[in-house]
């Protein structure tokens, strides 16, 4: 027997009356096999209301934050797809057809939809610096090429959203899902979506100096967690720079004269040095576990199957056409 492909779109919302029922009218119409979930955040206005009224499938998340409406949302909803596209209609959700097609024709783990703005102010100068930003510090940190890391519009396999921790609260929770797409070499595209600006009532819920913080906070934690070796080295370096600062006129001097007076500076010198070794070693010893928690994690992603399309899905709607795709990460061997 067949099993049907499932697709599921989990749409984040508060206080998105003015939107959330457009983007959930433009994915029924975009993928009118799958089933739309409209998490509800705390909203004070109709959101609720609307989404119902639209044809979606609301619950509720009271812990405030984007992130913890992911983590809800992954561990609720089992789909062999799942979609997930902000409430505000910024994004073009009529491409959800696009990004789901391009899934299972991979097959890929991840497609993100990368933003091309579309209008002008549909993305404020502030946030615009801040991505470019902070996808190039991803990119320096876990060396793979990335676009739009902050993008809210993606598709995932089972296999990511089932291994994929969720531990972010707020709008980190992107730069999350990037960093565990290129840490565990997942097979990830990107299509390009236009931007739009937002409807008229809507508000933006991203501060982008607090947001931005949040953010750079959550990449430098990665970095610690998931490049322990790396970040060690570097402050085992500098603490072996201060040692020798403080050190090399005390041995200089010691080999001049055969005495050492500046005792205090030379015990310090020391002790400074033999720091710096222990913070190396422990860079060494995270490193491993590090490696042994990320076999953990990938082993429960291959207990997942590939996503694949069965013959029923492909026979219904083709997409809206051509899908310019940029490969932004290789199937581990």
């Not at 739309?36 to 009271?62: F, K, L, M, P």
């Amino acid at each position: 027997m067949v099993v049907e492909t499932t697709i599921a779109c989990v749409v984040p919302c508060h206080n998105e009356e003015a939107a959330v029922g457009k983007v959930v009218r433009d994915l029924r119409a975009a993928l009118p096999e799958a089933v739309v979930y409209v998490y509800d955040n705390a909203s004070t206005d109709r959101t609720v209301e609307v989404a119902r009224e639209a044809g979606a499938i609301v619950r509720q998340e009271n812990r405030k934050g984007k992130g913890n409406v992911i983590r809800r949302a992954f561990a609720d909803v089992d789909a062999d797809a799942l979609l997930i596209i902000d409430g505000d209609d910024t994004y073009d959700a009529s491409r959800a057809r696009d990004l789901v097609d391009l899934l299972f024709e991979g097959p890929y783990d991840q497609v993100v939809g990368a933003r091309r703005v579309a209008a002008d102010g549909a993305y404020r100068a502030g946030h615009a610096v801040g991505n470019r930003l902070l996808t190039g510090a991803v990119r320096s940190l876990f060396g793979n090429d990335v676009t739009d890391m902050l993008s809210g519009y993606r598709v995932f396999s089972r296999r990511f959203v089932k291994s994929f921790p969720a531990l972010a609260r707020e709008f980190e929770t992107e730069t999350e899902m990037t960093i565990h797409a290129l840490h565990l070499r997942l097979p990830t595209a990107e299509v390009l979506t236009d931007y739009r600006v937002r409807p008229a009532g809507g508000e933006s819920k991203l501060r982008t100096y607090r947001d931005g913080w949040r953010i750079l906070r959550v990449i430098l934690d990665l970095a610690r967690r998931e490049r322990p070796s790396l970040v060690h080295t570097v402050l085992a370096g500098v603490l072996a720079l201060v040692s020798l600062v403080l050190g090399i006129p005390v041995i200089a001097e010691f080999v001049e004269t055969g005495t050492v007076p500046r005792v205090p500076t030379a015990i310090l010198a020391a002790a400074i040095m033999t720091i710096a070794a222990l913070v190396l070693l422990v860079g060494y010893i995270l490193e491993s576990l590090m490696h042994m928690r990320q076999e953990q994690t990938r082993l429960v992603h291959l207990s997942y199957p590939a996503p694949v399309r069965t013959p029923r899905y492909a026979a219904r709607g083709a997409g809206t056409g051509p899908v310019p795709v940029r490969k932004t990460a290789r199937d581990t061997p």
